[in-house]
């Protein structure tokens, strides 16, 4: 099997050394690399590539004769990586992929071409690294009647959160010691905001309810916001503010949607700490099943490109998502404002008489019942914090008690509102 390599990062370098000593793997025959292309041929790398052909154009590598798989690890959802993807496709070759923003992006697009074209799309290392989570969705529950996805899908927000509340640490130092030890990127941005969830989650999405990917209607809101008090007060009531990313099938369409949740610590998911991934599925007629492992790294986002590279020995044309492109699939749709569920709410008052009763007050008026309260004593800065968990009711109505607070008891920073996930 014929494979060339575009982008020769940490996991194209990782990809090198598995080729290098696929002796020791389980495949079905030989993997021989017959070029590689990325921005710098004279970087520093940890492995050699000076057995390989050159390219200086990674779309000129994957229409090469001698190309039998295109392996795509340049990342971006457009320009050069997705040029690339779709001259390789045209061009009647298999891809490979670890592009998670692309195939968010233009994963229908490309899974329509591929389809066009009787060539295999593959993007297991798109989701979760060392998780087989795809070919789990797509082929082992093709028979399951999936209702829902949970899971936690980005380390470095999970380690965040993990390091802040057990050594009672703020936010903006630990991300400095996460960037120092390489568990978050020189620019967190596409980590912590939730975006590089929420590419993910919009994948296993598409896949497990057979939708039509709208990356346009998925709902994204980070850990960036989210403060040790907050972590600490939750922890003091039982529950774990975790970043989670979650599809639901709804009467009106798939809802995708990526934010942090609180969970009551016996969740399972609020029992993954650190850089771990995990994925939770629930589904007719098996149940829950959980996956959970190393989301990301070179080793086991290289196992990955490895395993898809593997299938192509045997390919079998399977359709990208696991139903045919061509058909019209549900749709996506934005999240519902009207949901209902417990929540968890964290606001500062002023410590003066009365501030909490105004708050109560103002949840009484709007109809929301309050089950658990915890007010910690005032801070020299003069204010409060207080904790209420609330019985379930509608977000909105949550959203309407916070505004009736504002002119009765001005909070004294914006409110922290999340929602409760249900035991599980």
């Known amino acids: 099997m014929k494979i060339g390599i575009a982008g020769l990062g940490h996991v194209g370098c990782g990809l090198i050394e598995l080729v290098e000593r696929q002796q020791n793997l389980r495949l079905p025959g030989e993997v021989k690399i017959t070029g590689v292309s990325a921005r710098s041929q004279s970087r520093n790398r940890p492995v050699d590539i000076s057995p390989y052909r050159w390219f200086d154009d990674a779309a000129t590598l994957a229409e090469d004769p001698d190309v039998d798989v295109f392996v795509e690890l340049m990342g971006g959802s457009d320009g050069p990586a997705k040029f690339a993807v779709e001259t390789a496709l045209k061009a009647g070759k298999h891809v490979v992929t670890a592009n998670k923003a692309l195939i968010a992006k233009h994963g229908m697009a490309l899974a329509r071409l591929a389809e066009e074209k009787q060539v295999d799309l593959l993007f297991e290392a798109a989701v979760a690294g060392g998780i087989p989570v795809v070919r789990v969705l797509r082929d082992s529950l093709a028979g399951t009647e999936v209702k829902r996805i949970t899971g936690i899908l980005n380390g470095t927000c999970n380690y965040l959160t993990t390091v802040m509340l057990e050594q009672g640490r703020e936010y903006d130092d630990v991300l400095a010691e996460a960037q120092r030890l390489g568990f978050a990127e020189a620019d967190p941005t596409l980590d912590v905001s939730g975006m590089d969830a929420a590419h993910k989650a919009a994948i296993l999405s598409a896949i497990a309810f057979s939708a039509d990917l709208d990356f346009s209607k998925v709902s994204v809101s980070g850990i960036d916001k989210v403060s040790l008090l907050d972590l600490r007060l939750a922890d003091r009531l039982g529950y774990r503010i975790k970043l989670i990313a979650e599809g639901v099938l709804t009467d009106d369409g798939v809802v995708c949607r990526v934010e942090p949740l609180v969970l009551p610590a016996s969740h399972p998911l609020a029992r993954v700490n650190g850089s771990l991934n995990t994925v939770r599925i629930e589904g007719d007629p098996v149940g829950a099943i959980t996956l959970t492992g190393p989301g990301a790294g070179a080793g086991p986002t290289a196992s990955a ?120």
């Open 305 to 424: 490109v490895m395993g898809d590279v593997a299938k192509m020995f045997r390919p079998a044309i399977r359709p990208a998502f696991g139903r045919a492109a061509h058909h019209t699939g549900r749709p996506f749709v934005q999240g519902a404002p009207t949901e209902v569920a417990p929540f968890f709410l964290r606001v500062y008052l002023p410590d003066q008489p009365g501030a909490l009763a105004a708050l109560t007050e103002a949840l009484a008026k709007e109809g929301v019942s309050v089950d658990k309260l915890l007010q910690e004593s005032g801070e020299e800065s003069g204010s409060a914090p207080v904790v209420i968990i609330t019985h379930r009711c509608p977000r909105a109505n949550m959203q309407a008690a916070l505004e009736r607070l504002e002119k009765i008891a001005k909070p004294i920073d914006a409110p922290r509102l999340i929602r409760i996930e249900a035991a599980s």
